[in-house]
């Protein structure tokens, strides 16, 4: 259940009336029938500066949302999993310039679209290998498929490329994308994709251990998460919400039911890209322990060292160089990305407010979070919107947060 107990804003360097205008912003989503429902939970210094919840988990059974409604988080599930690569990392497991082909020999001898058509895609032999740090930093040339913008695209839907698929296993799924072509060359372009689910095998792997074990052992587990997982099971149900999407005339409708969901089996492949649900609660323990460098409440995951190198910069330039100059509603001017997040490089660039050095994501249904290392400051969303680009509700909220700081 939650602990997101609210603290004195002051205390946590805030003005009390500043912060207290998301509220209102949360409402009025609600109202307007933008939104089913939402919660969000603003952290600093240590301490829960803001806690609120709004709205219904589920317009049809009027179930409302909480700060322990249980959301699907999809893509917010990458950076744990990205986590859980860099335990084993720090275990002299391989080095992340390693290619991954000696622990996945089905990525021996890639090949990279160069034209073509449909009928007949034109490839040419992959320039070097597709390297772990690859993967973490979606570089490796690999894509999604509801993409829906290029040829390599369409091949993935072709072939059933899905590892959110309610059948096969993940070493299955992993053995037939190494079989398509690469959307670019290992490293020359950012392109968002399924390399944190390959990821997920790598880590089976190299662990010997099926990967849901292993993040549930090793990472969700020691930090105390202990509503996340790859399904929800019977005791969560009541707390687990529906996910909506927008009519052509801009009104919600069902995208998935709170009852009667693939979630409330456990699946038959991990997703670590995407097959996770959380509460805002749970996923703030995660922020904090990044904030902490790799520890909490007395655990530690990684070392400092680590968590450093996961939150720097690892493009030469920032996103929109590497050849994605927006992605859902987010300009990617003067942002970067680490091992596992993106990274803020400038936020006059970027054209919001923030903090170079500040690590983010979030997920399909318009969950996300970010964190502010130079602010101590770590801040969570949760609702049930799809897709993440239907509204601008994470700037909005980041617009919020910080215009409240005072000290």
Known sequence: MSALTETDPKAAGFDPAALARIEPWMDRLVADGRLAGLSV??????RIAFARACGQADLARGTPFTLDTVARIYSMTKPLTSVAVMQLYEQGLFQLDDPIARVLPEFSEMRVAVGGNRAKLETEPARRPIT???????????TYGFMEATLVDAQYREHGIDFLAREGTLANMTARLAKLPLLAQPGSAWNYSVATDVLGQYVTAVSGRPFA????????????????????PPALMP??????????????RPFDDSVETPFA?????????????????????????????????????????????MLANHLPGDLAAMGTPRFAETSYTGIGFGLGFSVML????????????????????????????????SVVLMTQLVPSSALPIRRELRVLTYAALAA
């Open 41 to 46: 939970a603003v952290a600093r210094r240590g």
């Open 132 to 142: 772990v740090r690859d993967l973490l930093t979606h570089t490796a040339g690999l």
């Open 213 to 232: 074990d292993y993040l549930r052992d090793s990472v969700i587990a020691p930090l105390g998460m202990a509503d996340t997982d790859f399904h929800v």
């Open 239 to 252: 707390r687990f919400c529906a996910a909506y999407a927008y009519d052509r005339e801009r009104r919600l």
């Open 265 to 309: 089996q456990p699946p038959a492949i991990a997703s670590g890209g995407g097959g996770l649900v959380s509460t805002a609660a749970d996923y703030q323990r995660f922020c904090r322990m990044i904030l902490n460098r790799g520890t909490l409440d007395g655990h530690r995951l990684l070392g400092r060292k680590s968590v450093d190198l």
């Open 346 to 377: 400038d936020p006059a660039r970027a054209q919001i407010l923030g903090t170079a050095g500040e690590v983010a994501w979030g997920g399909m249904a318009s969950t996300a979070f970010w964190i502010d290392p130079a602010e101590d400051l």
